[in-house]
């Protein structure tokens, strides 16, 4: 019989790893949920599934080189400092272990930048989570960008021990669509392979992130309400939203998208969950489950989240009173879709001329438009919001982003036609490194050392001759692995701006120049450009059963 021992730290550690960081979706996670409290509104997450890499990169609020320096130190956070702090979480992250279990299981590099500061720092550290070199300098946006690379590569056991590529993929996946549900603000972009995946784009609440994820979901299916809490936690100080599909046109065989999100986190909540299934288990047809989102905003003080290694579930006090309020909620929703769509008309328009900004579908059709097709009938009629181009055609209406548009335009053009001209006065370059002068010169642009970390650029592509921010511009232009990046960032730089008053002959020639480009669907970037809205959709919005003569 062995004797009762105390485990080696490192032993504590390694145990605490293997519950932090147990797959590729783990790894997302625990990197997304920094930049989130970060306060990040785009994050870039790609995935290399040879390697078992990952790397995210966001443009949240970064970080100095101190906290860089122990970043990866177990049990290091900058969001609690004592044990009356675990009373009061609000954070997505705070137990410190995330990157310290990261650096354990895989090679962990940070770069980072915090605001106001003009440069940023790369980090490196080993597998005791300590830096292998001091921090070096490296160009970067403001935002911090973490790789990690060979993920369990030290611990063959539980490599061999992975599910197939497809199915870690797949919970990846679906773990980004629940933080993006949870977390609205955000703009997502993932790439796989280094090629683009997915992306979702921002939105005011669930309702405009649900139909992007689920192709059989429109965002006239959804209803949305959010009540202030009225009961214990005290009145005023929490919040109650529910996204809920329409019963009698939304449903599904499995309840696989009734969530609970609490505080920005979605989590397992089997008395929540139960409570909403059971206030719609008379709205739907036998054996068919609702789409339901409750999320929930509560008082920190009112939330324990040490239950579960991952915080995928937590302890809510008066759970009771919340129950009765979902359910209200609910009712409430259910009542509300017909009054709603009545009051709803006169902001219609207006939500409508919002829609290319948040990038969401709204009563977009289900056939594809062919933008750059001739089109005698189009005829310019307004300019909106000093960013819409409202234009009327035989079949129904089209709203052109004016910006996208004309980014489609010049980046095409400067495709076809990449011109690099000399300049008189040189442009410098501030603390740009190596690779960042490399890239430059790849796109034909000459470049010589003129002092002590300062660079003179004698030739620019012609696009940019003149420009107020060229210097910014190439900036950009360096931290673009990819050339055509690097051109589709001198496209959108140069492009008309958003807010900039056209005239109607302007207006009409940029409708014209952009209905000859390759592909008029979208921006370089994958923004779309154009919501067209067919005449059928304009009757059905305003109820009208048949279309009388004209």
């Given at each position: 019989m062995q004797n009762i021992h105390t485990l080696p730290i490192e032993v504590v550690h390694l145990i605490a790893a293997g519950e932090v960081i147990d797959s590729l979706a783990a790894v997302v996670r625990e990197l997304a949920e920094n930049a989130i409290d970060a306060g990040a509104t785009r994050i870039v997450i790609s995935i290399w599934t040879?390697?078992?890499?990952?790397?995210?990169?966001?443009?949240?609020?970064?970080?100095?080189?101190?906290?860089?320096?122990q970043a990866a130190t177990p049990h290091t956070t900058s969001k609690i400092n004592n044990a009356e702090d675990l009373r009061q979480i609000h954070s997505l992250g705070f137990r410190g272990e995330a990157l310290y279990s990261l650096a354990q299981l895989a090679d962990l590099s940070i770069c980072s930048r915090p605001i106001l500061e003009p440069v940023g720092y790369q980090t490196n550290y080993d597998?005791?989570?300590?830096?292998?070199?001091?921090?070096?300098?490296?160009?970067?946006?403001?935002?911090?960008?973490?790789t990690i690379r060979n993920l369990f590569a030290r611990y063959p056991n539980r490599l061999?021990?992975?599910?197939?590529?497809?199915?870690?993929?797949?919970?990846?996946?679906?773990?980004i669509q629940q933080m993006a549900i949870a977390n609205p603000?955000?703009?997502?972009?993932?790439?796989?392979?280094?090629?683009?995946?997915?992306?979702?784009?921002?939105?005011?609440?669930?309702?405009?992130?649900?139909p992007q994820i689920m192709n059989s979901?429109?965002?006239?299916?959804?209803?949305?309400?959010?009540?202030?809490?009225?009961?214990?936690?005290?009145?005023?100080?929490g919040k109650i939203s529910i996204t809920l599909g329409i019963p009698d046109r939304l449903s599904r065989r499995r309840p696989d998208w009734v969530k609970v999100i609490l505080n920005g986190r979605l989590v397992n909540f089997l008395e929540l969950e139960?409570?909403?299934?059971?206030?719609?288990?008379?709205?739907?047809?036998?054996?068919?489950?609702?789409?339901?989102?409750?999320?929930?905003n509560l008082a920190c003080d009112h939330i324990d989240?040490?239950?579960h290694p991952a915080k995928s579930e937590a302890y809510i006090q008066n759970l009771g009173d919340i129950q009765d309020q979902i359910k209200d909620g609910i009712t409430e929703v259910l009542k509300a879709p017909e009054s709603n769509t009545q009051a709803s008309y006169g902001s219609a328009a207006n939500d409508l001329l919002r829609t290319a900004e948040?990038?969401?579908?709204?009563?977009?059709p289900t056939k594809r438009e062919n933008f750059n097709q001739p089109n005698s009938s189009l005829k310019a009629i307004t300019q909106v919001l000093d960013t819409y181009i409202l234009a009327e055609h035989s079949g129904g209406l089209w709203l052109v982003e004016q910006h996208v548009a004309h980014e489609r335009v010049i980046f095409e053009r400067i495709e076809t036609q990449w011109q690099i001209v000399p300049i008189e006065q040189p442009i410098l370059l501030q603390k740009i490194n190596d690779d960042g002068i490399e890239r430059l010169q790849t796109l034909g642009l000459e470049i010589e050392a003129f002092g002590n970390e300062l660079w003179a650029v004698r030739s620019l592509p012609e696009i940019l001759i003149g420009h107020p921010d060229c210097a910014v511009i190439l900036q950009e232009m360096a931290q673009q692995d990819d050339p055509t990046m690097a051109r589709a960032t001198a496209a959108c730089r140069s492009a008309i701006r958003n807010g900039t008053k056209l005239d109607l002959t302007t207006i009409r020639d940029l409708l014209w120049q952009w209905q000859q480009t390759r592909n008029p669907h979208t921006c370089p970037h994958g923004r779309p450009i154009c919501l067209a809205i067919d005449e059928s959709d304009l009757a059905r919005f305003f109820r009208r059963n048949w279309i009388v003569s004209k």
């Open positions: 040879e390697t078992l890499s990952v790397q995210v990169s966001d443009n949240g609020c970064g970080m100095a080189i101190a906290d860089l320096s597998e005791h989570g300590n830096l292998q070199s001091p921090p070096k300098v490296v160009a970067i946006a403001t935002g911090t960008v973490v061999q021990s992975l599910p197939n590529s497809s199915q870690q993929i797949r919970k990846v996946q679906l773990q603000q955000i703009n997502w972009q993932v790439n796989l392979d280094n090629r683009e995946w997915f992306t979702i784009w921002a939105g005011a609440n669930a309702s405009e992130i649900l979901i429109q965002s006239h299916d959804l209803a949305y309400k959010d009540f202030v809490l009225t009961s214990s936690p005290p009145a005023g100080e139960q409570t909403i299934l059971s206030s719609l288990e008379r709205t739907l047809p036998r054996n068919r489950f609702p789409v339901c989102i409750v999320d929930l989240w040490n239950r948040r990038k969401t579908s709204y009563l977009i």
